[in-house]
């Protein structure tokens, strides 16, 4: 996982479009896993409803681990003694795919951030911003409006609403009303698994927010 989420670069890799195996090249980007935790969907496109259902999907995806399967998966972590022991003393059974995204969760659940500059700011240290951030801080709450969707709030304060929101990208793929009806024709969108590959594999990912919801607006 660390390929991409690294840990000195905020847990992502900065890259525009990130790189699995043998240097291929998805269609996304790798979104942090700071405070993931807390969000109500995972992935650009809220795909997978929880970090277990996250947590799996990059090991059996072509471009990005490239595993065969799940079967492969379970395989492969149960052949390392230290694992095979360590799942059967915290789980109390074998070693299984559906454990194996509870125990990469339950890692991403300690990937928690609360002690940047703006939240020691927000809890009373004015000395926490320079000037200029300061500026930048009015400028945020002010006539820049970023606040709308990014507000903060201090019992939740993650700078999101966590909502989607159309800001008008699909209006510059210009052949997005096609897109969309051979996405419909060509696959099951009720499948995560499904959903998953179109993202990262085709030009479907162009798509969007709709490969989840189905919904044009």
Same mark, same amino acid.
């Given at each position: 996982?660390a390929?991409?989420?690294?840990?000195d670069?905020?847990?992502?890799?900065?890259?525009?479009?990130?790189?699995?195996i043998?240097?291929?090249?998805?269609?996304?980007?790798a979104p942090?896993?700071?405070?993931?935790?807390f969000?109500d969907?995972?992935?650009?496109?809220?795909?997978?409803?929880?970090?277990?259902d996250?947590a799996?999907?990059?090991?059996i995806n072509p471009?990005?681990?490239?595993?065969k399967?799940?079967?492969a998966?379970?395989?492969?972590?149960?052949?390392?003694?230290?694992y095979? !022991?360590e799942f059967?003393?915290?789980f109390r059974r074998?070693?299984?795919y559906?454990?194996?995204g509870r125990?990469i969760?339950?890692f991403?659940?300690t990937v928690v951030s609360?002690q940047?500059?703006?939240d020691?700011?927000l809890?009373?240290d004015?000395d926490?911003?320079?000037?200029?951030?300061?500026?930048g801080?009015?400028?945020f709450?002010g006539?820049g409006?970023c606040?709308?969707?990014?507000?903060?709030?201090a019992?939740?304060?993650?700078?999101?609403?966590?909502?989607f929101?159309n800001?008008?990208?699909?209006?510059?793929?210009?052949?997005?009303? !096609?897109?969309?009806?051979?996405?419909?024709?060509?696959?099951?969108l009720?499948s995560? !698994?499904?959903?998953?590959?179109?993202?990262?594999?085709?030009e479907?990912?162009e798509?969007g927010?709709?490969l989840?919801?189905?919904?044009?607006?």
């Amino acid at each position: 996982c660390a390929t991409c989420h690294e840990a000195d670069k905020g847990f992502t890799d900065r890259l525009p479009t990130s790189k699995g195996i043998r240097d291929q090249v998805g269609r996304r980007n790798a979104p942090t896993v700071l405070n993931a935790m807390f969000l109500d969907t995972q992935f650009l496109d809220g795909r997978a409803r929880t970090l277990e259902d996250q947590a799996v999907l990059p090991l059996i995806n072509p471009i990005e681990m490239g595993m065969k399967d799940a079967a492969a998966v379970v395989e492969r972590v149960a052949s390392i003694p230290e694992y095979r !022991d360590e799942f059967r003393k915290v789980f109390r059974r074998p070693v299984n795919y559906a454990d194996i995204g509870r125990a990469i969760a339950a890692f991403e659940r300690t990937v928690v951030s609360g002690q940047a500059p703006i939240d020691r700011f927000l809890r009373g240290d004015r000395d926490a911003l320079t000037e200029s951030e300061k500026r930048g801080w009015s400028v945020f709450n002010g006539k820049g409006r970023c606040n709308t969707c990014h507000g903060y709030n201090a019992s939740y304060p993650f700078f999101t609403d966590n909502l989607f929101h159309n800001i008008g990208i699909a209006a510059h793929v210009s052949n997005f009303d !096609d897109l969309a009806r051979r996405a419909v024709k060509a696959s099951n969108l009720n499948s995560i !698994d499904e959903i998953e590959r179109m993202a990262l594999e085709t030009e479907f990912s162009e798509l969007g927010r709709f490969l989840v919801t189905k919904n044009r607006s």
